[in-house]
Nanobody, 116 residues
Framework: QVQLVESGGGLVQPGGSLRLSCAASGSTLIRFLSMDWYRQAPGKQRELVATIDGGGSTNYADSVKGRFTVSRDNAKTTAYLQMNGLKAEDTAVYYC?????????RGQGTQVTVSS
């Protein structure tokens, strides 16, 4: 069973940066699977922020294009989300998710708060 552990969240001022990490384990297929970053703010629907597939292709929500960058390590089992130019509206719990053989797996999330 896939386990995901996110880290790197925190409190940052508007315009600041954070780098989130998502370490995945528990499946031999992880390197081939897409690793997706979602976020959910209080009272709002969950939003897909960025994805990176096993080949390294990436996609971003319009709201973060040009500010966020998703990447993976060489083993392709850890995904990163580099967030620059943070805005108050980026405040949310950020999760990573993997879909493996019919099941979705999600970590516990890491809180990102953008405030002065």
């Amino acid at each position: 069973q896939v386990q995901l552990v996110e880290s790197g969240g925190g409190l940052v001022q508007p315009g600041g940066s954070l780098r989130l990490s998502c370490a995945a384990s528990g499946s031999t297929l992880i390197r081939f699977l897409s690793m997706d970053w979602y976020r959910q703010a209080p009272g709002k629907q969950r939003e897909l922020v960025a994805t990176i597939d096993g080949g390294g292709s990436t996609n971003y929500a319009d709201s973060v294009k040009g500010r966020f960058t998703v990447s993976r390590d060489n083993a392709k089992t850890t995904a990163y989300l580099q967030m620059n130019g943070l805005k108050a509206e980026d405040t949310a719990v950020y999760y990573c998710q993997i879909h493996d053989r019919g099941s979705d797996y999600r970590g516990q999330g890491t809180q990102v708060t953008v405030s002065s």
